[in-house]
């Protein structure tokens, strides 16, 4: 499973570079990196380790066709960079969001998991044997793993927050939310997201 989803990454980079070969200005973007010297990139190099502003507007110009290509590539430090500029603007839209909510299922115990892997039997015996199946599915079935957890989460939303069904949920109206997933260390899925909710007060008024 993981190497499929480094297939697909590699597949939505292709598709990155494929834009960006076709634009107009190719010809320009080659002879940029032709043009750049070994100082150059080491100064920038240095800027970056020192956070600092990239002043060359050749290696400016390069680091934008790189984030370009990057968006097209899930998990990438482009796509948080376009996901960032998504909040931004449902934050002018919705204006501020009222609550900030952390989504992480426990897999290792939830017997949603068992049965989505297509395993029915009676959790009240052998507590000792069901605490290592429930730990064997959860660490070698990715895909049940990953369908458990979208499970939980469309529940969330859907359900307790309601969003987007029209109906009022726990927190209220929702107006809208966004949701981030990132993945611990041995690959457990957890999501991070904002939630707007309705009526909520419009920067004009705030700045008012």
Not at 175 to 200: D, I, K, P, S, Y
Request: positive net charge.
């Amino acid at each position: 499973m993981y190497l499929l989803y480094d297939r697909l990454q590699l597949q939505s980079s292709s598709i990155g570079h494929k834009l960006l070969v076709r634009r107009q200005n190719w010809k320009s973007t080659t002879d940029d990196i032709s043009s750049l010297t070994v100082d150059e990139l080491e100064d920038a190099a240095k800027a970056i380790a020192e956070r600092q502003t990239i002043n060359n507007p050749i290696i400016r110009r390069l680091q934008e066709n790189i984030t370009s290509i990057g968006m097209q590539v899930p998990g990438s430090f482009s796509e948080k960079l376009q996901f960032r500029s998504k909040i931004r603007g449902l934050n002018v839209r919705h204006a501020m969001p009222d609550i900030w909510m952390t989504i992480n299922p426990s897999d290792l115990k939830n017997p949603l998991v068992l049965n989505l892997a297509g395993l029915e039997y009676s959790g009240d015996a052998l507590p000792t044997a069901n605490a290592a199946i429930h730990r064997t599915i959860a660490t070698s079935n990715p895909v049940t793993v990953a369908q458990f957890f979208h499970h939980i989460c469309k529940g969330v939303f859907d359900g307790l927050l309601g969003t987007n069904t029209g109906r009022i949920g726990i927190l209220g109206q929702v107006a809208n939310h966004f949701g981030v997933v990132e993945t611990n260390g041995r690959g457990m899925l957890h999501l991070h997201a904002l939630v707007w909710l309705a009526g909520n007060i419009s920067f004009s008024i705030l700045r008012d």
